[in-house]
């Protein structure tokens, strides 16, 4: 019985011992929670995260898994990422994680916490999606058009040839970095990551007119000037390619996109104090072609365009152009990255007449800017480009047109007709000839019957016009 009695004791002794130690680490369930003050952000932004439910006292320690799978946390402050040491919850359980800075690595970001040696934690995502613009720059203008032939380089984030190239930039151009003319489209692509599926909307902008002169007036493909071709041409590189930088090879063929969209046609005008002969555009689908074209996984489709608004004043001298772009994804589980690429045409002579071009403006008068991604902004994103960048390249047009004065396209044997050719985009002090060689055959080979050469005006004078 005393025996009994004693183990009884020891017992109740051992179980009392162990509820008490049981009872200094008080176990909670886990309540605990994250939060952000935003689901989505724009490149360079700052995420403030806060929780509740946490240990009263407890250092909270957070975690960042970035797009590309790198970890930043507030146990090892950084910049950009968290910048300041772990805080602790406060009385209630609740906390204030250090600011986290975002750098411009677009995707989807996890956020993870726990208040080791406690059991609480939480995990929550955002993403980084905003689009972001870049424009080409294909190298500098040379002092003459052979030095310029010689400084082209590719629209290219990537190595071309042996060389490696960062091409596609985030910001304003100049002639120190590239060189288009009268007529060109500059290519501009947009990155977007970090998309959910179903459907989407970009809306950006272009300026028409600036300082009263027609500038970008309307769009077109992206590698109308500076093409997709391994075979460069006398000023432009080629090997255009706006993805391989920012997509898997298997879902970036730069000649082969995803999806494509033919651009319904703009309202070509003068607007504010523009002037100049309003030109004809023809069907989007002929060369040079009017499209907006994309990559990415299977299942992205650019679905449909539309105006916002056209040529709206939108200051002294100033107009512009809004356009939305409408696409969807049906899956992401091959990825939430897509591109979209298309070219700004910068507006020539020969279409508007001698003094109402882009080449007339001074400063940067060539503006492309973002406006917003799923109805959010997408921030200041105005990309620019200087008239420093217009090189001289001077390009001859011809129009023809019958007894009757009418341009015409063709004619029946033996009808008079009177070509004119238009020099643009010359020197102020341009000088030569022209030479007209007229053929018996349709398809202008065999010898000619006879050939005339006429001067060349210079430019400070006239457009060069000599009729036959």
């Not at 992401?332 to 109402?356: E, L, P, R, Y």
């Amino acid at each position: 019985m005393d025996k009994f009695s004693k183990s009884s004791i020891v017992v109740a002794i051992a179980f009392l011992a162990v509820f008490a130690l049981g009872a200094g680490y008080v176990v909670h369930a886990n309540n605990a929670t994250l939060s952000t003050d935003q689901q989505d952000y724009s490149p360079g932004q700052t995420v403030y995260i806060t929780g509740t439910g946490w240990q009263p006292g407890a250092t909270v320690y957070v975690s960042v898994t970035r797009p590309g799978g790198s970890v930043q946390s507030c146990s090892s402050p950084s910049s950009p990422g968290f910048t300041n040491p772990c805080t602790s919850a406060d009385s209630s359980g609740n906390f204030a994680a250090p600011p986290y800075a975002l750098d411009g690595i677009m995707g989807n970001y996890t956020v993870n916490a726990n208040d080791s040696p406690y059991t609480n934690s939480a995990q929550i995502t955002f993403t980084d999606s905003a689009a972001n613009l870049d424009q080409c720059t294909n190298g500098a203008v040379g002092t003459t058009a052979a030095q310029t032939a010689s400084l082209k380089e590719p629209c290219v984030f990537g190595t071309v040839n042996g060389n490696n190239y960062k091409n596609w930039v985030n910001g304003n151009a100049n002639g120190n970095k590239a060189h288009w003319g009268e007529g060109d489209f500059i290519s501009y692509r947009v990155t977007l990551t970090g998309l959910t599926t179903g459907s989407h909307s970009l809306v950006f902008s272009y300026d028409t007119v600036h300082s009263g002169t027609h500038s970008e007036d309307y769009l077109g493909s992206f590698d109308n000037t500076e093409t997709t071709s391994s075979v460069s041409s006398t000023f432009h590189y080629n090997h255009n390619d706006p993805c391989v930088d920012q997509l898997p090879l298997s879902q970036c063929t730069p000649s082969a996109p995803t999806t494509s969209l033919v651009m319904t046609n703009p309202i070509l005008a003068n607007c504010a104090t523009s002037l100049g002969t309003v030109p004809t555009l023809g069907p989007a689908a002929f060369a040079p072609t009017r499209e907006f074209k994309g990559w990415g996984p299977s299942g992205f489709v650019i679905s449909s365009m539309s105006y916002v608004g056209q040529n709206v004043v939108s200051g002294t001298g100033q107009c512009s152009t809004t356009v939305r772009i409408n696409f969807s994804l049906s899956s992401v589980s091959s990825g939430s990255t897509v591109v979209i690429a298309w070219g700004g045409h910068i507006a020539s002579a020969v279409d508007w007449g001698a003094g109402n071009s882009a080449s007339a403006i001074n400063g940067s008068p060539y503006h492309e800017a973002l406006v917003s991604l799923d109805g959010a902004s997408t921030g200041s994103q105005d990309r620019a480009l200087s008239t420093t960048a217009v090189f001289f390249a001077p390009k001859i047009g011809t129009v023809i047109k019958n007894a009757s004065g009418t341009p015409v396209t063709s004619v029946t044997a033996g009808t008079v007709v009177h070509d004119t050719a238009t020099l643009i985009g010359a020197s102020s002090n341009a000088t030569g000839t022209v030479a007209y060689n007229l053929y018996t055959t349709n398809t202008c080979t065999g010898s000619q019957v006879s050939t005339t050469v006429a001067p060349v005006w210079t430019w400070a004078q006239q457009p060069a016009a000599v009729n036959r």
